[in-house]
T-cell receptor
Framework: AQKITQTQPGMFVQEKEAVTLDCTYDTSDPSYGLFWYKQPSSGEMIFLIYQGSYDQQNATEGRYSLNFQKARKSANLVISASQLGDSAMYFCAMREATETGRRALTFGSGTRLQVQP | DGGITQSPKYLFRKEGQNVTLSCEQNLNHDAMYWYRQDPGQGLRLIYYSQIVNDFQKGDIAEGYSVSREKKESFPLTVTSAQKNPTAFYLC?????????????FGPGTRLTVL
């Protein structure tokens, strides 16, 4: 069975500084996808970044980058130059194994990030 | 503007009532999903549909039902058999290309049982 672990229930960061949110995963499927979503207080899940298991380079999207360490089974999210609007819950997720046919997402428990002025 | 809409944003239900949550997408995505989120937790899969007129149970389907008569629409009914329906419900649709396989979410419906 797949599992996503986020060990940081909450994080604080000063505005304009960088912050790393941790995510480790467990799967026996050689092909998988890893995702990060942001959930502000409004509740909507906003897609941030995607990393495929066969991608050679770490994914980047603007101020977001994914530090993908396959051997360690980690997929940490790095947010550079934090902004007050980055305050939200952040979820790491993995696309389910191919043989399930569902292609649904398995989510971690989330990390609440608070950016301080 | 392409996207996923869910309605209503807030829904109150009396015990014993069935209620239906709407999910519509104009992204032309084939696959759609319903997830449930309880406070302080991640999302759990209720039902999914890979194509029109076909849907499958997820991990916590008991007390829920769905239909998929149109590509754009995937409504979720919370029946009186669902013992603890108070939660936040999120609908998603899936974009699959040669480079990515990503789910995009609607704004959610918060259901409260009175």
């Amino acid at each position: 069975a797949q599992k996503i672990t986020q060990t940081q229930p909450g994080m604080f960061v000063q505005e304009k500084e960088a912050v790393t949110l941790d995510c480790t995963y467990d799967t026996s499927d050689p092909s998988y996808g890893l995702f990060w979503y942001k959930q502000p207080s409004s509740g909507e899940m906003i897609f941030l970044i995607y990393q495929g298991s066969y991608d050679q380079q770490n994914a980047t999207e603007g101020r977001y980058s994914l530090n993908f360490q396959k051997a360690r089974k980690s997929a940490n999210l790095v947010i550079s130059a934090s902004q007050l609007g980055d305050s939200a819950m952040y979820f790491c997720a993995m696309r389910e194994a191919t043989e399930t046919g569902r292609r649904a997402l398995t989510f971690g428990s989330g990390t609440r990030l608070q950016v301080q002025p | 503007d392409g996207g996923i809409t869910q309605s209503p944003k807030y829904l109150f239900r009396k015990e014993g009532q069935n209620v239906t949550l709407s999910c519509e997408q104009n992204l032309n995505h084939d696959a759609m999903y319903w997830y449930r989120q309880d406070p302080g937790q991640g999302l759990r899969l209720i039902y999914y549909s890979q194509i029109v007129n076909d849907f499958q149970k997820g991990d916590i389907a008991e007390g829920y039902s769905v239909s998929r008569e149109k590509k754009e629409s995937f409504p979720l009914t919370v029946t009186s058999a669902q013992k603890n329906p108070t939660a936040f419900y999120l609908c998603a649709s899936r974009l699959r290309t040669g480079l990515t396989d990503t789910q995009y979410f609607g704004p959610g419906t918060r259901l409260t049982v009175l």
